[in-house]
């Protein structure tokens, strides 16, 4: 599947004619024509989130610290407090905020022997409480309403391996900061298409053990909880505290009919194909949620991401536990990953990837008939964004349209790594990760962030089927790198009267710092 174009939004989306082709969407008064830098507030970040009443920026980063940022005038930004958490925990996690609190997840520096916090503040950084929740607290929301937080506790084991919670959904209610851990032992669904829910991936045969939660998103009574590794999505319905569902999201086809192409060599071209054998997990990182004409769908950035757990030692001592020695990384007590390159194929596939062998896939998948050989190939991510029903059915996957935009719009730079051209095509490629979700004047827009692109994707989604292109945004151009987390602001609570994206970049370059980054949504 593709996107179509429905915009002319900037310079720099001048046009993806024959490359994605569609129409424009015109039923609205207002239509989004892109994103417009406000200002930012240079300091450490990754999550953010936002007051609607204070007109407060929340943002927490590799520092660990709390930012509070007061954003009324987005392009003159005051700093309001920065407390450091060092006192609760060896790093920030995650932060999310309401019109009167805020919360932050905090991990212990042994993540997977000792449970995580989740601290509270008033909504200007006065500790309120502080509450132990699951193993490593990945990231947390509060429910629309304020009364709960929820907590997605990823559980992962520790580098030797020796130790491997369980990962966890958490429910704190606001009202006496009570805590209830949900266990994710419901029955595993597979996909339409028959893939099962990833499990067997690590040593650990203990399925709550192996799920490992990453990122939330609230919509109604439901909590939908992405558990990436696993290339699925739980559904818990918070009304009980039940698992209503945990599902596999299936797999996404690279052969010669599907209509999708990739790269996957790093010989610094650009050289799109598609490929027999080779399907991608979508694998997402950030999902996000919305109701439209009734319906609830879910958004993915489908990322990808392998298991890959190290720990220092001597060689002797590695491989006496039976883990793998590497002089330069240390011990390798886990990895679920290898280039096609290092694998034995099956001669039914063989052929395609005689040139085409960089690209990183999984292990524990792809040995149909159980002979040794691997008869498919299995990607981490997919490249992509998709949109799902309540139900996690897919509606609409963005197909090769990321790659074929960053080719349009920055070639120079196509699956860069550290500005080294196709340097990431055999790992994930631009790596779709970032998302956010938001309503427009009646019609609805997703924004998609490229980490190691350094983009933002924007999406007219009204039509969850046949999802349109807005924008495509070249942050890197303004050293702003590795978009990490988003937050989107209605007009009728943001600052300046209009739509708002507020983003958190992870990296900064050698003459510009790292940054939290106003947008504004504009619209004609």
Partial sequence: ????????????????????????????????????????????????????????????????????????????????????????????????????????????????TEKGKVIFFDAAGTFVQSVEVGYLPDMITFTADGSKVLVANEGEPSGDYANDPAGTVGVINVSDYSYTDIALDGTLTAAADGTAVRLGGTPSSDQN??????????????????????????????????VALIKSLGAKSYATDSGNTIDIEEEGEINMKAF?????????????SATINGNTYLFSANEGDGREYIYDTDQTTCEAAGHDFDDEDGCFSFVDEKKISKLDLDDSIASNFETDNDLKVV????????????????????????????????????????????????????????????????????????????????RYYAFVGLERQSAIMTFDVTDPTAPTFVQYLNTGAENNLSPEGMKFVA???????????????EYGTDTAPQAAVIYEVTTE
């Fill in 1 to 112: 599947m593709t996107f179509t174009k429905a915009l002319i939004a900037t310079a720099i989306t001048a046009s993806l004619t024959g490359c994605l082709g569609g129409t424009d969407a015109t039923d609205s008064p207002l239509k989004v024509s892109g994103l417009k830098k406000l200002g930012q507030y240079d300091s450490e970040s990754e999550i953010v989130s936002f007051n609607k009443s204070l007109r407060y920026m929340y943002f927490i980063g590799g520092d660990n610290a709390l930012s509070i940022v007061d954003i009324s005038a987005p392009d003159a930004s005051n700093e309001i407090a920065k407390i450091d958490l060092s006192s609760y925990g060896a790093g920030a996690q995650s932060v999310t905020a309401t019109d009167t609190a805020v919360a932050v997840a905090v991990a212990p520096a042994n993540k997977s």
């Fill in 209 to 242: 053990k192996d799920l490992e939660p990453e990122y939330i998103a609230v919509e109604g009574d439901f909590a939908f909880v992405s558990l990436q590794e696993n290339n699925a999505i739980a559904k818990v319905d918070l009304r009980d505290n039940s």
């Fill in 276 to 288: 027999d054998g080779l399907f991608g997990l979508y694998m997402p990182d950030t999902i996000a």
């Fill in 363 to 442: 292990t524990d998948l792809g040995d149909t008939d159980g002979d040794g050989d691997y008869d498919q190939l299995y990607t981490y991510g997919a490249r992509s964004f998709s949109i799902w029903d309540d139900n996690i059915e897919l509606v609409y996957d963005s197909g090769d349209g990321i790659s074929k935009a960053i080719i349009e719009f920055d070639a120079a730079n196509f699956n860069q790594d550290d500005g080294e051209i196709d340097g990431r095509s055999g790992n994930k490629g631009g790596e779709p990760e970032a998302l956010a979700v938001g309503e427009i004047d009646g």
């Fill in 491 to 505: 007009a009728d609570e943001s600052p300046t009267s209009k739509p708002l994206l507020l983003v958190a970049y």
